[in-house]
């Protein structure tokens, strides 16, 4: 039988008090969320790094589908990118989808009708105008969902609705959210489409809202579910909306993201409603069957973080505030084809070489490291990415650029051998020190904003996160 | 059989600049300082010069690529004009090229000259700069501060050193050059600062404060070497010169293979080792009457007095704070302020060192002229600990 046979997800280290949010912008008197989180992706991370991040860890995939709404490039895929990235062969199938919040979803169900066995690798970074009730209401983060048989989480039954009714919109001309008026959207889109599409998905399913025990139902505004579940006499709670109180609004990883945390609460036996709402519904009835692989990791990230209160970096880092970075800041970060095409593919992989005795090294060179190393040698490819590490040396330099100070860099240790100076992200209240444990994440290295191109690189942080307010 | 360098080159007029803002001055203008005081000092005429190589880091702040801002600033006719570029080693690539010359027989006077002029780029510190286009790819962008404040923490950890502690004799080291350098007419910061000040400044790179940093400066540094045979005949009975210069560079050891602790520089050692030799140093404690340092950060004069050997592994925290290495101290270093204080042309620094030695060794450093000065030593460091370009220099009389 068809289904999701593991899930991912990821969430950036920060999180937006919303409250000191709403308090920053009492004097306008605009109204916005007034509490809960709102996840904040860090300066180098974007909807490709966060969909890369919460694809970590499954089995290589036939065919891989990036899902976004706010991908950074209108011609490039991402698909690829991320093939390269998560270290999957090159012949791995890539596309992307776009278009609407519930791409993801829909890319799920198209997988679910086929037969090879797909990833879909979901990630949000959407921009919005300060003072928009979207700016506190979305946040950043990515999930994804592998598609197999003899699954976890079976397929029972799916329905779909197209339908242009618009709740909100962005354009090229006008890139940030657009949105309609909320009662419009509250009356339509529930008795319109999420209602009736997920009347048929329980129809398809053969069974009714009653044996539905958790949903994931992506709700275009908050408590939409309530209408829905008394239509659907459903009495499953929508941790979608849990996801909503902590992270925001993710956009088209919402739904897989509230799909994970729903399978990690789910039992053996109960039934889950997964719907994607966008331009119409997907909704899609799954029955778990055993614990689901990389579940776990989704209450985990609703636990973590470090609370952001400070509205001006939360304005810096959501790009909705320029700063004048000054003279140090104007350099050229031009990165070439030629290069990329050497090059690329072992940085966006973290891919060093190991050497004829078995040291492990990164970049690979045609002479080794090695001190007794007195020639070229053959070097077999080894992924660090995913490789422990501790610090060796380390700094938090004030001076140099970085959108969010201070630049944190040093000497990273892996423990299979390799030595890499490198980037430390995701400075946590107390900062680095020498001996800490590291793991790698996928970050933006450069962002060469003149000519709109950016690179990819790992970067360190620590093993462990802190739980949010702890 | 390679016999070294020692004793096979005189240096017979040096120059220098003041170093600092020069917004008054281009690199012409520098160039042709620095030389026209070396060559009043040599005593040769500038048709004599016959070889030359130019030092200079960052062509692109102002200077120009190539050699030839050398050879148009002084006009040299039609003779072998080169530049050479090490990182902040450069000054000493550039005197240790005409050495070589000279020492090669292939030319009786060579011309070594650095420069830079960084107060074109309109802001403090080091530009950031590509690493190349693959490097790029990896490479953290940090700044020289960043790099060099590593060595703190490293070195903190080997030794189990309280935090502040280190920090105290950092700033110790600060403050001696700041001492130092009020006595020297040419240096750009002449002002004494107060371990309080100090210590309190705002944070550059963790741990690095202010005053742990050096600046960077505008400035020109010149020499002129010739055979100690050739110097006799032109009256020098007992010329100064070149006893070692020894170079040690990174070969991607310290920052790709895992076993250096970062808490030293392994290209000092090298290069400190070698040059010893080259000078038949015995104890660099009782030999060497001064040093001159790469003290870019006040941590890296801190390790550096334990890879030149005259601190014991461990040991240099205290030896500081014990005023070892202050003017008045067993072995006084940055006696002319340092990078500190004198100031970092960058192309110029390693020049620059052995200018003071030079002055300090013929008895002309005035009010900051040591009693004994019979053998001093430059150490001229590039690029960063773990990616480094070491270069040390003895210097002495013929007798």
Redesign the interface.
């Known amino acids: 039988m068809r289904g999701v046979a593991r899930v991912g997800v990821y969430a950036p280290l920060l999180r937006l008090d919303c409250a000191a949010a709403s308090r920053a912008l009492k004097f306008s008197g605009l109204p916005g969320r007034r509490d809960g989180f709102r996840a904040v992706g860090g300066w180098d991370e974007d909807a490709f790094t966060f969909a890369v991040e919460a694809a970590r860890g499954g089995s290589p995939p036939d065919a891989l589908v990036f899902a976004s709404t706010s991908a950074p490039f209108f011609e490039r895929l991402h698909a690829t990118l991320a093939v390269d990235a998560l270290g999957l062969p090159r012949e791995t199938r890539s596309r992307d989808v776009a278009g609407s919040r519930r791409c993801a979803v829909s890319a799920l169900l198209d997988a679910l009708l086929g037969s090879s066995s797909d990833l879909i690798a979901t990630g949000e970074r959407r921009a919005a105008r300060p003072g928009s009730a979207s700016h506190l209401a979305q946040g950043d983060g990515g999930a994804a969902a592998w598609v197999g048989d003899d699954a976890p989480a079976r397929l029972l039954g799916w329905a779909s609705l197209s339908h242009d009714l618009v709740d909100v919109y962005a354009s090229r001309e006008h890139p940030y959210p657009y949105v309609a008026e909320e009662r419009f959207v509250r009356e339509t889109v529930a008795a319109e489409i999420l209602v009736p599409t997920i009347r048929r998905a329980l129809e398809s399913a053969g069974c009714s809202g009653a044996d539905i025990q958790h949903a994931a139902v992506h709700e275009p505004v908050a408590g939409l579910w309530r209408e829905i579940s008394r239509a659907t006499k459903s009495a499953a709670p929508n941790h979608a909306a849990d996801v909503s109180a902590k992270l925001g609004d993710l956009g088209a990883a919402h739904a897989l993201f509230a799909f994970a945390l729903a399978t990690a609460r789910a039992k053996p036996g109960e039934r889950i409603l997964l719907a994607g709402f966008g331009s119409g519904c997907d909704a899609l009835v799954f029955e778990m069957t055993r614990p689901m692989p990389g579940a776990e990791r989704a209450e985990a990230a609703l636990r973590e973080g470090l609370a952001l209160t400070d509205y001006v970096r939360f304005l810096s880092l959501s790009g909705a505030l320029e700063l004048d970075w000054g003279v140090r800041s104007e350099f050229e970060q031009k990165a070439q084809p030629t290069v990329l095409e050497r090059y690329g593919r072992d940085a966006l992989g973290f891919v060093g070489g190991r050497d004829s005795k078995g040291n492990v090294q990164f970049p690979k060179s045609r002479i080794p490291v090695r001190p007794d190393a007195d020639g070229p040698e053959p070097m077999q490819d080894v992924r660090l990415a995913d490789e422990p590490a501790r610090i060796v040396s380390v700094t938090a330099d004030r001076l140099n650029y970085t959108p969010d100070p201070p630049f944190w860099f040093g000497l990273a240790q892996f423990d299979i051998g390799a030595r890499v100076m490198m980037e430390f992200t995701d400075a946590n209240a107390s900062g680095f020190s020498v001996g800490d444990r590291v793991a790698m994440r996928l970050r933006i290295k450069s962002h060469d904003r003149r000519r709109g191109f950016r690179t990819y690189f790992w970067k360190a942080a620590p093993a462990e996160r802190p739980a949010l307010g702890g | 059989m390679a016999s070294g360098i020692k004793d096979k080159v005189a240096i017979i007029g040096m120059g220098c600049t003041e170093f600092g803002e020069r917004w008054d001055k281009g690199p012409e203008d520098l160039i042709v300082d620095a030389f026209e005081q070396a060559l009043a000092d040599s005593g040769v005429a500038r048709s004599d010069i016959q070889a030359a190589w130019m030092g200079n880091a960052l062509d692109d702040i102002n200077v120009g690529n190539s050699a030839l801002p050398l050879a148009h600033a002084l006009r040299l006719k039609s003779i072998p004009v080169s530049r050479v570029e090490n990182m902040c080693a450069t000054g000493t690539e550039a005197l240790r090229a005409a050495v070589y010359a000279v020492a090669a027989g292939a030319v009786d006077f060579a011309l070594a000259l650095g420069v830079e002029k960084l107060k074109d780029?309109?802001?403090g510190?080091l530009?950031?700069r590509?690493k190349g286009?693959?490097n790029?790819?990896?490479?953290?962008?940090?700044?020289a501060?960043?790099?060099f404040?590593?060595?703190?923490?490293?070195y903190?950890?080997k030794h189990r050193l309280n935090g502040d502690d280190l920090k105290r004799a950092m700033a110790h080291v600060s403050w001696k050059s700041h001492q130092n350098a009020v006595n020297n007419p040419r240096a750009h910061l002449r002002k004494a600062v107060d371990m309080d000040t100090i210590l309190k400044a705002p944070?550059?790179?963790?741990p690095?404060g202010l005053y742990d940093c050096c600046g960077v400066s505008d400035g020109a540094a010149c020499a002129i070497v010739t055979t100690p045979d050739i110097a006799r005949g032109l009256g020098v009975a007992n010329p100064v010169t070149v006893k070692a210069v020894q170079l040690s560079a990174s070969?991607?050891?310290e920052?790709?293979?895992?076993a250096?602790?970062?808490s030293y520089v392994l290209n000092t050692r090298e290069a400190a080792r070698r040059a010893y030799a080259e000078a038949d140093v015995k104890d660099a404690r009782t030999e060497l009457s001064l040093t001159e340092v790469h003290d870019c950060f006040s941590i890296t004069e801190l390790v550096t007095m334990e890879d030149l050997g005259l601190s014991d592994e461990g040991r240099a925290p205290t030896d500081i704070l014990a005023g070892t290495y202050d003017r008045n101290g067993a072995q006084p270093c940055q006696i002319d302020g340092g990078l500190k204080c004198f100031g970092h042309p960058v192309g110029a620094s390693g020049l620059r060192m052995a200018f003071e030695v030079y002055t300090q060794l013929l008895g002309r450093a005035g009010e900051r002229q040591l009693q004994t000065a019979r053998l001093g030593l430059t150490h001229n460091l590039g690029g960063a600990p773990?990616?480094s370009v070491a270069a040390v220099s003895i210097f002495g009389r013929l007798h």
């Open positions: 780029t309109g802001y510190g530009p950031l590509t286009l693959a790029d790819l990896w490479l953290p962008y940090g700044s501060p960043g790099s404040a590593q060595l703190a923490g490293a903190a950890a944070m550059i790179a963790d690095l070969h991607g050891w920052m790709s293979y895992g250096w602790d970062g773990f990616n």
